[in-house]
Nanobody
């Protein structure tokens, strides 16, 4: 049974940092590209980053490029999102999900391949 558990969110001041984690189970983790998505209040869910099955295959949306860093640890069935220099516009609920891939690369735009989402983790950036 597919399960995704996001954690690491919280309230942080502008300019601060957070590291999000996503623990996955119920599927062959290292065979999947995994993406991070976020949903701001009253907005749709947007894909912001993805890491392919090859750790060198990484994508960032322009809105987070140079600010966020994605990584994965296949031994722990987990991916991470290091978020630095946070801004109020980064406020959102963050989710992870397996995404469509071609060979080892994420297919853009990011698209979750299962109709399942974890609870997400809330990130609030405010002074």
């Amino acid at each position: 049974q597919l399960q995704l558990v996001e954690s690491g969110g919280g309230l942080v001041q502008p300019g601060g940092s957070l590291r999000l984690s996503c623990a996955a189970s119920g599927f062959t983790f290292d065979a999947y590209a995994i993406g991070w998505f976020r949903q701001a209040p009253e907005m749709g869910r947007d894909g912001i980053s993805c890491i392919g099955t090859a750790h060198s295959s990484i994508y960032y949306d322009e809105s987070v490029k140079g600010q966020f860093t994605i990584s994965r640890d296949n031994t722990k069935n987990s991916i991470y999102l290091q978020m630095n220099h946070l801004k109020p516009e980064d406020t959102a609920v963050y989710y992870c999900a397996p995404v469509a891939r071609l060979n080892s690369d994420c297919i853009l735009p990011l698209s979750a391949i299962y109709n399942y989402w974890g609870r997400g983790t809330q990130v609030t950036v405010a002074s």
